[in-house]
């Protein structure tokens, strides 16, 4: 047995092609991506909530409001209108309302807050597969597998799964009532006037107060009071004239040397002249303000890379626990056509397959094979590399099937031509030439077969 001949299968036709690898930098599995977490759901906007009080209009009854939480995180509520909720869990949001209507209702309030339908706690599941959407996550020991499973059929040819989780950098893409602080740091109704006080009504509440003031209003040691007007002026020292012209300049001689300022919002650094720091400087704080950062600046993202066949044969450290916000892609062989013309038996459009991926002699294999007339060094493959942009590569078919040169992987509306040139038609006659057909050198066509051997015998039935 000879040895066998290894040879890589090239994605890609040329260094201009763009690369297939739209993730970027991906990460492998840790042990806290096994570890369930402890999800404590709070209130989010869109969520549907019950909320029960007992004995507030007739005794001896519960009254039930069911209100949906408005984008801005608030509901309706009635003895005292809007409040804020989102941000809270059922809990907080009852000892909270408890706490409203004992100060202004009631004095022995009981509240039951129910949360009939949560959208916090979801993934997203999509690429690949039947029924992609986003589902609610209700089990805090959810596995990945397991959320496959629910999705229904995954195509057998996956070969990747990418777990996208994304942590949010700054403020701006959270909610307010998240910047403002969670559960019991939420102020319970809406924002509270910050206008300034009428200063007059507060003096006349001092002066019509019937209780005196607390005593700890009051200094701890016995001193005597003093009359504002008994305190002398203090005095203010005038400082003695300078000459200006006595003064030495701190301020060091300007180089016109090139200077280097580094602009965040660009992230490079830019070369301006020693003189012009200052006005450059102002010019990209400037740009900086007419263009903000970008939303990807403002998100970091973790892609998880895991091997679907590892997962689906056992090893469970790739078995992760699906978190809230997760997006889960399923990764899958190329969807398309590609074409083939030329000096091929049966040109045309072929499918490409959904199980393995297809290479340039697969290809040729699938349409027939080579025609006579075909030269195997003159196969051209036509590839999209861009918007409105397409590249042409020559390939020696004859060298890939030798096992010299690699062979390729084909992709959507690939277009493969089979060329010929001047001397391949004197070849193939003289190759027909020497085919021991009939005789030496004698080739019957089947078109005159008939005029050598007479027409075929017909089959008649009997009556």
Request: charged content about 20%.
């Amino acid at each position: 047995m000879q040895t066998p001949t290894t040879m890589p299968v090239l994605e890609r036709i040329d260094v201009i092609e763009p690369s297939l690898d739209l993730w970027g930098q991906t990460t492998g599995v840790t042990p806290e991506d096994l570890v369930p977490s402890n999800l404590t759901y709070r209130i989010h906007p869109g969520d549907e909530l019950t909320i029960e009080i007992y004995e507030l209009y007739m005794k001896g009854q519960w009254y039930p409001i069911t209100r949906r939480v408005d984008a801005g995180g608030y509901i309706r509520f009635p003895k005292f209108g809007e409040v804020l909720v989102a941000g809270r869990t059922a809990e907080e949001l009852q000892v909270a309302i408890e706490d409203r209507l004992r100060a202004d209702v009631m004095q022995h309030p009981t509240v039951h807050v129910t949360i009939n339908t949560g959208s916090a706690f979801t993934y997203t599941i999509y690429g690949h597969l039947a029924t992609p959407g986003r589902f609610t996550l209700n089990d805090p020991s959810l596995r990945l597998l397991e959320a496959l499973s629910m999705t229904g059929a995954v195509p057998l040819s996956t070969k990747w799964v990418y777990v996208v989780r994304q942590v949010y950098t700054s403020d701006d893409l959270r909610g307010h009532w998240e910047n403002d602080g969670a559960g019991s740091e939420h102020s319970t109704t809406s924002p509270v006037d910050t206008s300034a006080p009428n200063i007059e009504s507060l003096i006349d509440q001092l002066e019509n107060a019937k209780s005196k003031p607390s005593p700890g209003a009051y200094s701890m040691d016995d001193a005597p009071l003093v009359d504002v007007d008994d305190l002398d002026v203090p005095s203010v020292r005038t400082p003695s004239p300078v000459d200006i012209d006595d003064l030495q300049s701190d301020v060091p001689e300007v180089s016109h040397e090139n200077a280097f300022i580094y602009v965040p919002e660009r992230d490079e650094w830019v070369r301006v002249e020693q003189s012009e720091v200052n006005s450059a400087i102002e010019s990209e704080v400037k740009r900086g303000s007419e263009h903000p950062a970008s939303p990807s600046n403002l998100v970091l993202e973790r892609v998880i890379k895991i091997p679907y066949r590892s997962l689906t044969h056992g090893d469970n450290s790739y078995n992760i626990i699906v978190r809230p916000d997760d997006q889960i892609y399923i990764d899958g062989p190329p969807v398309g056509v590609v074409y083939i013309s030329g000096e091929v038996l049966r040109p045309g459009v072929y499918n490409l397959p959904t199980t393995d991926p297809l290479t340039l002699s697969r290809l040729i294999a699938a349409a027939g094979g080579l025609g006579s007339l075909a030269i195997p060094d003159r196969v051209d493959l036509t590839r999209m590399v861009g918007e409105h942009r397409e590249a042409t590569v020559r390939m020696n078919l004859a060298a890939i099937r030798r096992r010299t040169k690699p062979d390729f992987y084909l992709k959507p509306n690939d277009h493969v031509h089979v060329g010929t040139n001047w001397l391949a038609y004197p070849l193939a006659v003289f190759r027909n030439g020497l085919r021991m057909n009939y005789g030496f050198g004698f080739l019957l066509d089947r078109n005159f077969g008939n005029d050598v051997f007479g027409a075929p015998p017909i089959s008649v039935r009997p009556q």
